[in-house]
């Protein structure tokens, strides 16, 4: 059993197709976020950090551990760059990997495989975060 079936044996399937609906759209739209914290810092971040906050309570209620874990620890690293007053590169360039990891993830799930390991790059939290 893949994890779309999983996702939907375990949960309402409405849910699941809303959940996935989402999961599209903050990948269509994260990395034009991402691009923006270089202009407009205070409100890209701030916008970066509520995706992950959905992202991690969305997570937490289907049981998709993986994720979760994973979306916490992006914002915590978002809530820690919501102190400072710019981005360094370190961090813009970690926030790419994660986006690349999230759309490895969707692609995973909508093709009813299993969910890969996440990748190393992540652990490397930038400097100051």
Not at 7 to 25: A, G, H, K, R
Not at 79 to 89: I, L
Not at 90 to 117: H, P, R, T
Request: proline share 2%.
């Amino acid at each position: 059993m893949g994890i779309l079936d999983k996702l939907n044996e375990e949960n309402d399937p409405e849910i699941v197709e809303e959940f996935l609906s989402q999961w599209d759209y903050i990948i269509d739209e994260i990395d034009l976020v991402i691009e923006r914290l270089n202009n407009d810092y205070e409100d890209a971040v701030n916008e970066l950090f509520r995706i992950f906050h959905s992202l991690k309570s969305a997570t937490a209620f289907l049981k998709l551990n993986r994720v979760n874990i994973f979306a916490k620890l992006v914002e915590e690293v978002l809530e820690n760059a919501r102190k400072k007053d710019k981005a360094t590169d370190e961090l813009i360039d970690w926030l790419f990997i994660a986006s690349s990891q999230l759309g490895k993830w969707y692609d995973e799930i909508m093709k009813n495989g299993e969910l890969s390991v996440i990748n190393p790059k992540i652990l490397n939290i930038p400097k100051g975060y």
